[in-house]
């Protein structure tokens, strides 16, 4: 199974890694399917504009909502969010490799991409996700712990697109 996981602690490194992934393999004609992400900082708070790329086409989906100024909760828009998997899923049919943004809460708790991910793995399409500490064990518990870690480094994942994509 070619799967794998990006992690990192530096605040948007892992969306850039993987956005430069994409647009890296869209170049060299492949069909890339899934979503990558872009975080914009809102003026005077703490928190940013979550807008995911449903790709290849590039639609754009803003996955977050405002909650207020004062909100802690999670801003999480999951109509949004099951709006980007239905497109993804839609696209799987000869797809060459799947890029997730996020295994986050929702794909712990079994919702989100989770069945997509799950789908093409079976399939066999090569599939790198990305994820954050607080869901790390849980995606490690859903892969079995079969998934490669990565860097959120663009040359190291596209080293490890280039061995996937190679058919068997």
């Not at 093409?120 to 954050?132: D, E, F």
Request: with cysteine; aromatic share 4%; hydrophobic share 40%.
């Amino acid at each position: 199974m070619n799967l794998a996981y990006v992690i990192s602690d530096q605040t948007g490194a892992v969306n850039r890694a993987l956005s430069s992934l994409a647009d890296a393999l869209m170049a060299r004609g492949l069909r890339v399917i899934g979503t990558t992400q872009t975080d914009t900082p809102r003026p005077k708070t703490h928190h940013c504009d979550m807008d995911v790329r449903v790709l290849p086409e590039g639609t754009i989906i803003r996955i977050s909502q405002d909650l207020g100024p004062n909100s802690r909760g999670c801003r999480l828009d999951p109509n949004a969010l099951e709006s980007a998997v239905a497109q993804t899923q839609a696209r799987l049919d000869g797809a060459d490799i799947l890029i997730i943004n996020k295994f986050g809460k929702h794909e712990a708790e079994g919702r989100g991409f989770r069945e997509v991910i799950g789908e093409a793995a079976a399939r066999g399409i090569p599939v790198i996700v990305g994820t954050n500490g607080l869901n790390v064990d849980a995606f490690q518990d859903f892969c079995d712990g079969t998934a490669t870690a990565l860097p959120a480094e663009a040359q190291a994942l596209l080293d490890w697109a280039d061995t996937a994509l190679v058919p068997a």
